[in-house]
């Protein structure tokens, strides 16, 4: 029998809201960045040039483009951030491409868009910590998700899973199964922090490793697997040895809802909705009436977007206009050729030059509900 430990460290100690304004910052950029993709999409869907009625057109007579990525980030923690280290990704065709997280435990992967994809990462102790991703967008590294790909690989080496992803991938329903049972056995640790155990998926829920919500919950525990060659078993502790639950693999989950659509945060869920904003937003939340103009289509109605649930506004111009987050989530062919913000309205003009040139316009405004 050899033993394989995963022993995470504990988070070094943070001043209070040191990263809560990153954080909420986080939330409404990766909402805006979402909004954005999705306008150029619909745009460049609408705006296409006529290939098939152009002369010599012919069918499939163009060329190939770039093979389709899927951008995936997230946080790799174990309470404290796992900083510096290399996160390998693969994806369903078993393609391999590496990335390093950043001083905050956070990383963005480009992969070859074939779902789903596996992640791993090995800490400073030398342990290693798997996850999974269904598709493109949020996917964490951590101990929970860890725990939740063990119990959908039965039990069994994970390092055997990953090896062999292309054949042996498990689906995403599976993992949701899996991911439920890691909530309810783990619901005492996160209730006392805070954390809705019948609803958070801990492969996409956002948070940053700042001792608080479901880093707390990482801070309070402690996780080894003991492996023979053919099946592994978990021991879970709180920092001073002692047992902190006795694992149960066929704990009921019923009342657990865990789903991919929304990872949950702990505090607040943000609905995207076509037209007026929903009249039962939280109070104190903020939400962004997205409203999109485009040069050339005269009166052509396009849909107004409503994002409630947001816990802050933008503080700054610099913080509206400065993140990278939109431009990483656009693709090849847009460009952004302004910005501004006044504390209240902010706007980016964005140029498609691809299949046809396009201009375009989109107001952000902010309401405190």
């Not at 609408?46 to 770039?66: R, V």
Request: glycine share 12%; aromatic share 6%; hydrophobic share 40%.
């Amino acid at each position: 029998m050899h033993e394989t430990t995963f022993l995470p460290t504990a988070a070094e100690p943070v001043q209070p809201g040191a990263t809560a304004a990153p954080r909420r910052a986080r939330r409404w950029r990766g909402a805006r960045a979402l909004l954005c993709a999705l306008a150029v999409a619909g745009l460049a869907a609408c705006g296409g040039s006529d290939d098939d009625n152009d002369a010599g057109g012919g069918t499939g007579g163009g060329g190939t483009g770039p093979a389709p990525t899927a951008q995936i980030t997230g946080l790799a923690a174990v309470g404290a951030p796992i900083a510096g280290a290399t996160v390998t990704g693969i994806n369903a065709r078993g393609e391999t491409v590496t990335t390093t997280t950043g001083s905050d435990g956070t990383f963005t992967l480009q992969i070859g868009e074939a779902a789903p994809y596996a992640l791993q990462v090995t800490d400073g102790n030398g342990q290693t910590w798997v996850s999974y991703a269904q598709a493109a967008g949020r996917a964490n590294i951590t101990p929970l998700t860890t725990l939740a790909m063990a119990d959908a690989w039965g039990y069994k080496p994970l390092a055997d899973l990953v090896a062999a992803w292309q054949a042996n991938a498990p689906t995403p329903e599976q993992v949701l199964a899996a991911a439920a049972k890691v909530n309810a056995n783990l619901q005492a640790a996160m209730r006392a922090q805070g954390v809705d155990p019948t609803a958070v998926n801990v492969f996409t829920a956002e948070f940053a490793a700042n001792g608080q919500g479901l880093d707390a919950v990482l801070d309070a525990m402690r996780v080894r697997f003991d492996c023979t060659a053919t099946a592994c078993s978990q021991t879970i502790t709180s920092p001073d040895g002692n047992v902190l639950i006795t694992w149960d693999a066929a704990i009921s989950t019923t009342g657990f809802t865990v789903s991919w659509s929304g990872g949950g945060t702990g505090g607040g869920q943000i609905d995207i909705n076509l037209g007026a904003c929903s009249p039962n937003a939280a109070a104190g939340t903020w939400s962004m009436v997205v409203q999109t103009t485009v040069s050339g289509l005269g009166a052509i109605p396009i849909p107004e977007i409503c994002v409630d649930g947001l816990p802050a506004k933008p503080a700054s111009e610099a913080e509206f206009c400065g993140s990278a987050d939109v431009t990483g989530a656009l693709p090849n062919g847009v460009l952004i050729t302004g910005c501004s913000y006044d504390g209240t309205v902010g706007t980016i003009s964005a140029r498609i030059t691809t299949p046809i040139t396009i201009d375009y316009s989109v107001k952000y405004t902010f309401v405190q509900r």
